[in-house]
């Protein structure tokens, strides 16, 4: 239900971009999803890959200003309208959704999530028969 | 409970004292041919000095006379009396020399000595001294006055941290002198090598002082180490460490009036300020023969505490320094100094402690610019880094009376800030 994301903190600067992508290279880490949205100062880059913990270290041993955390990642059949329905799932539960973003994994869509009440999320999910993936099958 | 009958006067004895001290001082100051001419051109003989109010008609003393009269200009004994020389190389120009005579080192010992007594040192402690040796005078001057008290002295010097833990582990160290930010690196030395200050040494005393540091940072330090932490004052003008210490209150630093008569002056208008305000120190020395400086203009900005210290001492209590005079910024219209921001950056855990102050104009006005790292990302969510942003900026504005702009950026990206280094970039366009 729920799966590891990484969360880089970095300045508006391309070269901390391209600078994490090749520790990924180098240490042979598999990028399955990224993100990254930005303010005037500064950005966050969100990344799925393959052995989160093992990754996080690498970047942290290289001075990079990173986060493990959990996100929720539920799996959509790959036809219109499936996200809309999720998405009610959670907005008539009263849940509010920090930030959101997708990718296409064997043909299903994932739906990546956090949102400000954990416990009610993982309810909703379940209560309503929402599919969702492990971090097993991402890779 | 005291080691010299002098940290038991009360104030109209210290007065008396001064004045006496201030009179011969004044008179020796004649044997200086800088001296001579500077009362020459005044208008003024040692007799006109009848009373403390007297010290007033005297001009002030800079630096820049100091690097003018390099090296023996301002000796005021025959070189054979001198028998020490400390000098500080400055960035631009000649650097200073301050001359020292037996009777002056042993003062000084004296001086440093009473310090380390005050806050509860004594002969059965181990006294490690990681300061720079050589022209620095925080080497010499605590190694003389450590010996001085009695205590096994331990003259460490600076760097090599691992064979510093090893002398404190090996000796049993129970005191150990130095700079704030060389504690922090001995801590984290420390953790990477599994030593527990509290567990595995004896450590109790800390002496810190050379480089400008926040309450808060002494209290980082306690906690860490699980020492007493005191703050010292000295300057290599005034013969180094042993100016002015905190005693077990921990709250201002007794300056020595035996040694010393303070002011604090408005540095524009050169005139007193009143009690208890901010303003340049300015130091007489009243106990030295070597070389005396009358009135000299520290550029270090502090105010005198008001009121009596517990601890029963009625010489005057420094507060902890603001920063230097030519540190102090001037942003519309307002006074403010790097200490004043880093105080505050200091209590947000989210934060390291490095920081960088830009000033620059935007549209014909000067702003402020506060870059500070981030300790941890604490969170991914923008929401929380903007509100941190939000509150950071409003405790910044309570404190420095203007808006400045505060910008969170990665750890490691900012310049590290190495010993006395000011971290502030001016790049306002003057017109
Ligand atoms: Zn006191």
Redesign the pocket.
């Given at each position: 239900m729920t799966i590891h994301q990484l969360s880089i903190f970095i300045e508006n600067k391309a070269g901390t971009l391209l600078r994490v992508l090749e520790l990924f290279k180098e240490a042979q880490i598999q990028l399955v999803a990224s993100t990254i949205a930005d303010t005037v100062e500064y950005g966050i880059y969100r990344i799925i890959c393959s052995e989160p913990s093992r990754a996080y270290q690498v970047l942290k041993d290289a001075g990079i200003s990173v986060a493990l955390s959990d996100v929720f990642a539920i799996t959509l059949d790959n036809e219109p309208g499936r996200a809309a329905d999720a998405v009610k799932v959670l907005h008539d539960a009263g849940i509010g959704i920090t930030y959101m973003y997708s990718f296409l994994l064997g043909g299903k869509g994932i739906l990546v999530f956090r949102t400000d009440n954990p416990e009610l999320t993982r309810e909703a999910i379940i209560l309503n028969s929402l599919s969702f993936i492990s971090e097993k099958e991402l890779v | 409970m005291y080691l010299h009958k002098e940290e038991t006067l009360s104030r109209p004895q210290i007065e008396a004292l001064q004045l006496e001290r201030l009179q011969w001082t004044v008179k020796h100051c004649m044997n200086s041919p800088f001296y001579k001419k500077r009362f020459e051109e005044a208008g003024l003989t040692p007799q006109d000095i009848r009373s403390l109010d007297d010290l007033q008609r005297i001009p002030f003393t800079t630096k820049q006379d100091l690097r003018d009269n390099y090296p023996y200009g301002l000796a005021s004994v025959s070189m054979d009396k001198v028998v020490r020389l400390h000098s500080s190389s400055g960035t631009t120009g000649n650097p200073t020399v301050v001359l020292h005579s037996q009777r002056d080192l042993d003062e000084w010992a004296n001086a440093v000595a009473r310090c380390l007594h005050m806050v509860g040192l004594r002969p059965n402690d181990v006294f490690q001294n990681s300061s720079g040796y050589g022209m620095f005078t925080g080497g010499l001057g605590f190694q003389y006055g450590a010996e001085r008290l009695g205590m096994l002295t331990v003259p460490a010097a600076a760097g090599n941290t691992k064979r510093q833990l090893k002398f404190i582990t090996d000796f049993g160290t129970t005191a150990l002198h130095a700079i704030p930010s060389y504690v922090t690196r001995m801590y984290e030395v420390m953790e990477e090598m599994g030593i527990d200050p509290r567990r595995d040494t004896k450590l109790r005393t800390l002496v810190i002082g050379a480089e400008p540091h926040s309450e808060e940072q002494r209290r980082r330090i306690e906690e860490m180490m699980g020492v007493k932490a005191y703050n010292s004052f000295g300057m290599s003008e005034m013969c180094g460490p042993g100016v002015a210490f905190e005693?077990?209150?921990q709250?201002?630093l007794?300056i020595w009036e035996d040694y010393y008569i303070v002011e604090i002056i408005d540095p524009e208008t050169l005139q007193p300020v009143p009690e208890g305000e901010v303003g340049e120190l300015v130091l007489t020395t009243i106990n030295r023969e070597a070389m005396p400086l009358l009135r000299y203009r520290t550029r270090d900005l502090t105010r005198i505490l008001p009121g009596e210290?517990?601890?029963?001492?009625q010489h005057k209590?420094l507060d902890r320094m603001k920063g230097r005079s030519d540190d102090m910024i001037i942003l519309k219209g307002v006074n403010i100094f790097p200490i004043q921001i880093e105080t505050i950056l200091m209590q947000f855990k989210e934060l390291s402690t490095n920081y960088l102050i830009t000033l620059q104009t935007q549209d014909s006005n000067d702003e402020m610019i506060v870059e500070v790292e981030l300790e941890n990302l604490f969170t991914d969510d923008y929401a929380r880094l903007h509100s941190l942003t939000r509150e950071i900026t409003r405790q910044l504005k309570d404190e420095i009376l203007v808006t400045p702009y505060v910008k969170l950026v990665p750890k490691g990206t900012l310049p590290v800030a190495e010993g006395k280094a000011v971290r502030v970039k001016d790049m306002r366009k003057t017109f």
């Open positions: - | 005693c077990q209150e709250n201002g007794h210290c517990p601890c029963g001492r209590r």
